[in-house]
């Protein structure tokens, strides 16, 4: 088979070196990455939901695009040329492998924001489906991507770019590749932007619950905080940051494939190569996928407490019991120092529960109650759908327990006038 030629491979043996070069660390670095997301998923039962099995496939699929694109940049660093005559199946094989990895990783993206659309905007029987069948969503990224590949080599062959093999025509990578590529970030700032309004409208009603309860529980003599407050706080903290990161996805994908695109287009229209250093800028953006999802679906506030924990662990302070055991079950006091908070799924950064149980000590001041009533708690009963509720359908009951007080709250949905409590209509 001859070897194809395309306007993004560089003739100079120099550049040709240069560009293999950069292309070699940065798929180093989406090694890194990749092996980031698989690590945290083994290590760490509490990073093992639904969704993080998800990201957990297409943290393997970028494991494997960058080697794939590791290996033919090293043979370029090393002199055996990709595009010479004796490497055309190398370059069949590094191209069919190139097509399938680069597209997979697209169905990857696509299948997390549909997940987790229909799950945080009360599709229930379109979550429930998707979550029961977790095998199809494995599969369907694989399927298509490896038809594709196939259908590729048997129609325009893969050849020599530049550090790696693909399609030579940018026509052709532009059609294929890029238009659906372009379509899928469309509609995941289309669903990510609806899940945002969703959680703006959750934030501003546990404002206005905060704002509610602002002053009916306090402690008599005491300038403490209050408990329901603390709480309800930090759910308005997580759903500010959630619906940050909705938009932050899909956001994060235009800016990546951006200049990628602009050169396809160019090359296309003008039939002229752009200049040596674009395309290696344009080459780079392709492999840092892999930095890319390790950044937004990998760095988040659960896994890297967990490692922090992990690497540098905390001995926490001995807590005294003031109350009798049978009288004071559900909470520990430390001289009102701290709130124990315990509760059935640990909810991550993007408010979606590991389904393992976890124990939070939150500071409250150094304030202690002049006369400690034992045996009297506060128990604090809410719904909650969008912070804690992806590792199964529907809502979970997450109890909030703490000393001194005697108060019981009834339980509330976050999010009146919906079938699912906690996310709205």
């Not at 956001?251 to 287009?265: E, H, N, Q």
């Amino acid at each position: 088979m001859a070897a194809r030629t395309a306007l993004a491979a560089p003739t100079d043996a120099g550049i040709i070196r240069i560009q293999s070069l950069v292309i070699a660390v940065t798929s180093v670095l989406s090694l890194l990455g990749a092996a980031w997301i698989m690590a945290s998923f083994l290590a760490f039962p509490n990073l093992r939901s639904f969704r993080h099995y998800l990201i957990l496939g297409l943290a393997i699929s970028d494991c494997a695009m960058a080697l794939n694109f590791l290996v033919s940049s090293a043979k370029n660093v090393g002199g055996r040329w990709i595009g010479a005559p004796e490497q055309a199946g190398f370059c069949s094989f590094n191209g069919f492998m190139t097509q399938v990895f680069v597209i997979q990783t697209d169905y990857w993206v696509l299948i997390i924001a549909v997940c987790t659309y229909f799950i945080l905007a009360d599709h229930k029987r379109s979550s429930a489906w998707v979550q029961e069948h977790p095998v199809i969503l494995w599969a369907l990224p694989w399927l298509l991507s490896t038809v594709w590949a196939a259908v590729g080599l048997g129609t325009a062959g893969y050849g020599d770019i530049g550090a790696w093999c693909w399609f030579t025509s940018d026509q052709v990578r532009l059609l294929v590749n890029f238009v659906p590529r372009w379509a899928i970030i469309v509609a995941m700032f289309v669903m990510y932007a609806r899940l945002y309004f969703v959680l703006f409208r959750a934030h501003r009603y546990m404002v206005s619950l905060d704002a509610e309860q602002s002053g009916s529980l306090s402690w008599s003599g005491s300038r403490q905080p209050n408990t329901s407050q603390v709480s309800s706080r930090q759910h308005t903290h997580r759903l500010k940051r959630l619906a940050r990161r909705m938009l932050l996805y899909p956001l994060a994908y235009a800016i990546v494939w951006s200049l990628p695109t602009i050169i396809r287009i160019y090359q296309t229209i003008s039939g002229q190569a752009a200049p040596w250093q674009a395309q290696t800028l344009d080459k780079a953006c392709v492999v840092l996928q892999g930095v890319v999802d390790a950044t937004i679906y990998g760095a988040t506030e659960s896994s890297l407490s967990s490692w922090r924990n992990l690497l540098f662990p905390r001995r926490l302070p001995a807590v005294s019991r003031s109350a009798p055991a049978d009288a004071h079950s559900g909470s520990e006091m430390d001289g009102g120092k701290s709130l124990r908070r315990r509760c059935r799924g640990g909810a991550d950064e993007d408010g979606l529960v590991s389904g393992t149980e976890s124990t939070d000590q939150l500071e409250l001041g150094a304030v202690t109650p002049k006369e400690p009533r034992a045996g009297i708690e506060i128990r604090k009963t809410v719904e909650v759908t969008v912070l804690s509720g992806y590792s199964g359908m529907g809502s979970r009951r997450q109890q909030e327990e703490v000393g001194h007080g005697g108060i019981r709250w009834p339980s509330k949905s976050y999010f009146p006038g919906s079938s699912n409590p906690g996310l709205g209509k």
